[in-house]
Antibody
Framework: EVQLVETGGGLIQPGGSLRLSCAAS????????MSWVRQAPGKGLEWVSV???????YYADSVKGRFTISRDNSKNTLYLQMNSLRAEDTAVYYC??????WGQGTLVTVSS | DVVMTQSPLSLPVTLGQPASISCRSS???????????LNWFQQRPGQSPRRLIY???NRDSGVPDRFSGSGSGTDFTLKISRVEAEDVGVYYC????????FGPGTKVDIK
């Protein structure tokens, strides 16, 4: 059974850093494309980043240069390193396997 | 950047009646491999998104056959043949060609 479990969210001050993790089971992360998608409170879905099986990565303009997507094949885990966080980064962050399987999300709140 | 628009943004429906949501992209979603990467998602209140349809018209496993997707190029439609109470939620289209963009969402509720 495919499972995705996001962790690492929390309250962080503006300008701070946070690393989100997405532990996968039931499939191999490196064999699929994996995405991060976020949803600000009461708002719609916003694609954040993707890493393809070959290692190529892409980012939304809103996070480019501040966020980094990566994976650890030995841990079968996806990551999102978030630096220079802003209030507008406040959202529930979901990881998804090829957009067909989604985790439950982890809340990131950027506030002083 | 590809911009996705949806209409309507709010859709009150009567149980048992059909419903239709339109999605348009600012450029063609036909990829170089010949596929059109247009997906539809449902998000029920308090839940994670769930993909219903991929590549325009293919239903995901476990999705009731009252849901159907159609369209081509830049114009796409999600149809629910007979709305049930469990269909309440927000529906998003998403293009997966350039690389990804979601539409603003259509809120479906019961009249």
């Amino acid at each position: 059974e495919v499972q995705l479990v996001e962790t690492g969210g929390g309250l962080i001050q503006p300008g701070g850093s946070l690393r989100l993790s997405c532990a996968a089971s039931g499939f191999t992360v490196s064999s699929n494309y994996m995405s991060w998608v976020r949803q600000a409170p009461g708002k719609g879905l916003e694609w954040v980043s993707v890493i393809y099986s070959g290692g190529s990565t892409y980012y939304a303009d809103s996070v480019k240069g501040r966020f980094t997507i990566s994976r650890d094949n030995s841990k079968n885990t996806l990551y999102l390193q978030m630096n220079s966080l802003r209030a507008e980064d406040t959202a529930v962050y979901y990881c998804a396997r090829e957009m067909g399987y989604w985790g439950q999300g982890t809340l990131v709140t950027v506030s002083s | 950047d590809v911009v996705m628009t949806q209409s309507p943004l709010s859709l009150p429906v009567t149980l048992g009646q059909p419903a239709s949501i339109s999605c348009r992209s600012s450029q063609s979603l036909v990829y170089s491999d010949g596929n059109t990467y247009l997906n539809w998602f449902q998000q029920r209140p308090g839940q994670s998104p769930r993909r219903l349809i991929y590549k325009v018209s293919n239903r995901d496993s476990g999705v009731p056959d009252r849901f159907s997707g159609s369209g081509s190029g830049t114009d796409f439609t999600l149809k629910i043949s007979r709305v049930e109470a469990e269909d309440v939620g927000v529906y998003y289209c998403m293009q997966g060609t350039h690389p990804f963009t979601f539409g603003p969402g259509t809120k479906v509720d019961i009249k």
